[in-house]
């Protein structure tokens, strides 16, 4: 199993879980902390939940630094792992994330079984958060809330500080998962646009 399988595979499993409701964003290597770091897939709806892929071919070198800057921005996440990396895993990753165990069947089809369902996010951080947001939805977002008197020439580290001292962890979470998705919808017009559709 390689992870562009257990992806596919994994992608097909998630959108199976929304039938008939309404579909989720599905993104594929999501950049958290200006591209510090990268998730595997994020899926947005109300939440922002992580699936960090580790196939049975990947080294954990760089898990210890992904829970680090995963723990500060995302609501849930889960470790889709083959059992060869299943229990050095475990060492790693904190105990509110998830964990799906992946396996090949006879037919080369993959299965995923649940080893420990993910948890809320104890510790998310504010300006994390904030830093999914691109600098002139952060401007925006000021405006809503306060006024951009004085920030309108300033550096997007102002304006994220500036967000933080005035905005609690909640209104910041429904703001960014409202312009994550307004974001992808705007991408999708656009992409029909170039194609003619």
Not at 11 to 16: A, D, G, N, P, R
Not at 59 to 69: C, G, K, N, S, Y
Not at 128 to 140: K, P, Q, V
Request: glycine share 4%.
């Amino acid at each position: 199993m390689n992870d562009s399988q257990i992806r596919s595979a994994l992608k097909q499993k998630i959108l199976s879980r929304y039938a008939g409701k309404i579909k989720p964003i599905i993104i594929d290597e999501f950049g958290l902390k200006h591209g510090t770091a990268r998730v595997d897939i994020i899926v947005i709806n109300h939440i922002l939940h992580g699936f960090e892929i580790k196939s049975d071919k990947d080294t954990l070198v760089r898990l210890p630094d992904q829970v680090r800057i995963y723990n500060s921005v995302l609501d849930r996440v889960t470790l889709v792992v083959g059992y060869s990396q299943a229990y050095e895993a475990l060492q790693i990753i904190p105990e509110w994330w998830g964990v799906k165990l992946a396996t090949k069947g006879p037919r080369n089809a993959i299965y995923f079984s649940d080893a420990r369902s993910p948890k809320n996010n104890p510790s998310q951080d504010k300006l994390s958060l904030i830093e999914l947001l691109w600098r002139t939805e952060a401007l925006s977002f000021l405006d809503e809330i306060d006024t951009m008197n004085g920030f309108k020439s300033k550096p997007r580290s102002a304006i994220y500080k500036r967000l933080v001292e005035i905005a609690d962890i909640k209104m910041i979470h429904s703001k960014v998962c409202q312009q994550l998705k307004n974001r992808n919808d705007l991408q999708s017009v656009l992409q029909q646009k170039s194609n003619g559709d």
